[in-house]
């Protein structure tokens, strides 16, 4: 991906990342794989990783999503809050690899890689997933 920025990622300099794949069909039928890429943007927010992205194959389209940790240590909990939701297992092969110098330096911000609303769909199911294990449940209101 050739980008206009003038300027080196700062996320070359973190902790080793992970990056995983999502093929994303076109038109509407993409539900399931936005869900995917927003409960992981929740994971995201619940530790202090960074999610990026980055086309992987135009043509598919394919999209790598990867993730940057400020530590070995936090780089631990997002593969944990992947297991303990369920929904897929980051032990499985090929759900989690190690990026490439050449994919850090490529990937940005969700935003200005997916195309149109996706981000949008994206934060929204994120943000649900981040709020739900979070909620007080000691106000009665919640």
């Not at 992970?18 to 530790?47: K, S, Y």
């Not at 909990?77 to 994919?103: I, R, Y």
Request: aromatic residues 8%; negative net charge; glycine residues 8%.
């Amino acid at each position: 991906m050739s980008t206009d920025h003038a300027f080196e990622p700062y996320w070359l300099d973190e902790a080793a990342g992970l990056i995983t794949h999502c093929v994303m069909p076109q038109g509407e039928d993409n539900v399931i794989e936005l869900n995917w890429i927003g409960r992981l943007f929740g994971f995201e927010q619940a530790t202090t990783a960074r999610m990026l992205a980055l086309v992987g194959d135009p043509d598919v389209p394919t999209y790598e999503i990867l993730f940057s940790f400020d530590s070995r240590e936090t780089r631990q909990e997002l593969p944990a809050l992947v297991l303990q939701d369920g929904h897929a297992s980051p032990d499985e092969e090929g759900m989690f690899m190690v990026p490439t110098h050449d994919e850090i330096k490529d990937a940005r911000p969700i935003g200005s890689v997916l195309p149109e609303h996706q981000p949008t769909v994206i934060t929204a199911v994120g943000m649900m997933t981040f709020q739900g294990p979070n909620k007080i449940t000691s106000d009665a209101d919640a």
